[in-house]
């Protein structure tokens, strides 16, 4: 680590490693308790089938992930985001309140950005080398 540029780069990602989990953590213990004021605001196509506890933890995941690239991606027509515009058109992201969408951007913004950092951090670690 001779390069004063590497060690503030590992410095950076790791800062934004640890600040991407804690969002993500705090985000997801407020789903935790949220959970049925969220699915009564977006009400996901899934939940005529079944209640979100009777789901499998990937697709209750993958549901707020619906509702997070909605919420995030309103107009995206491609990919993931274009799917869940599709299954939520019914959703109106203007209408829905800061205090259900913060947790899911928090949840999925954290989760996202950290892999990033992530890898950042892990490549800086191996230039370093």
């Given at each position: ?117 992530m890898i950042a951090m892990w490549t800086t670690l191996l230039v370093s080398r």
């Amino acid at each position: 680590m001779n390069s004063p540029v590497i060690a503030y780069v590992l410095q950076l990602s790791f800062s934004t490693l640890v600040a991407c989990f804690v969002a993500a953590t705090v985000s997801a213990i407020f789903i935790y308790f949220n959970t049925r004021k969220i699915n009564q605001a977006m009400k996901h196509p899934y939940l005529e089938h079944r209640t979100f506890e009777q789901y499998p933890m990937a697709i209750r995941l993958g549901i707020l992930l619906d509702y997070f690239l909605r919420v995030t991606f309103p107009t995206s027509k491609l990919w993931l985001a274009g799917h869940a515009n599709r299954m939520l058109k019914h959703v109106d992201p203007k209408k829905i309140s800061l205090g259900l969408k913060w947790p899911l951007v928090g949840l999925w913004g954290g989760c996202f950005l950290g892999m990033i950092a992530m890898i950042a951090m892990w490549t800086t670690l191996l230039v370093s080398r």
